[in-house]
């Protein structure tokens, strides 16, 4: 079976403050993994898929199959970051979400 | 704005109804999807679809059904065996149904049960 997990519901950081948004996952072979977001009134969008190794708004994630891991890092956050962040993954089937970490950048 | 386009936004059921939700796109994409999007459960997949007149189940298929008669079109029914059906659906495309394809999201139908 494919999963995700998000460990942290809400993740709450000062502006300027590094940002570290948790996922783990669990699948038998080679996922492929992203990371979509959601901000307030906006659709559900891509932010960025490990193939691509890009980087996106600043945030970068690494896959990292030891820990099967694929934090979603920021090193200094902004009050426009703030939105509904969702790890996934695709294995044998569709698109596998974790259960989202609602990050908040306090100015 | 085009792309993919869910309707009604809001829809009400009453007990013992079915009810079916449509998703139209329009970016010529041969795959795509229902999820349903619950308050700290993320998004469960429903059904999916990656050629016409073809569709494979999803997580949490029971009290739900799909067509694929058209590319453009895949409605999904919600069924009164669904018990517990209040919760908010999004459908989605990709081009081919790849594995790293990014997912086109349309903008939700809330259904609520009266």
């Known amino acids: 079976a494919q999963r995700v997990t998000q460990p942290e519901k809400l993740l709450s950081v000062f502006k300027g403050a590094p940002v570290e948004l948790k996922c783990n996952y669990s699948y038998s072979g080679s996922p492929e993994l992203f990371w979509y977001v959601q901000y307030s009134r906006q659709r559900l969008q891509l932010l960025l898929r490990?193939?691509s190794r890009e980087s996106i708004k600043g945030f970068t994630a690494d896959l990292n199959k030891g820990e099967t891991s694929f934090h979603l890092k920021k090193p200094f956050a902004q009050e426009e970051d703030s939105a509904m962040y969702y790890c996934a993954l695709t294995g044998r089937r569709a698109l596998t979400f974790g259960s989202g970490t609602r990050l908040q950048v306090q100015p | 704005d085009g792309g993919i386009t869910q309707s009604p936004k809001y829809l009400f059921r009453k007990e013992g109804q079915n009810v079916t939700l449509s998703c139209e796109q329009n970016?010529?994409?041969?795959?795509m999807y229902w999820y349903r999007q619950d308050p700290g459960q993320g998004l469960r997949l429903i059904y999916y679809s990656q050629i016409v007149n073809d569709f494979q189940k999803g997580d949490i298929a029971e009290g739900y059904s799909v067509s694929r008669e058209k590319k453009e079109s895949f409605p999904l029914t919600v069924t009164s065996a669904q018990k517990n059906p209040t919760a908010f659906y999004l459908c989605a495309s990709s081009p081919q149904g790849g594995r790293a394809e990014k997912l086109f999201f349309g903008s939700g139908t809330q259904l609520s049960v009266l």
């Open positions: 970016l010529n994409h041969d795959a």
């Open positions: 490990h193939i």
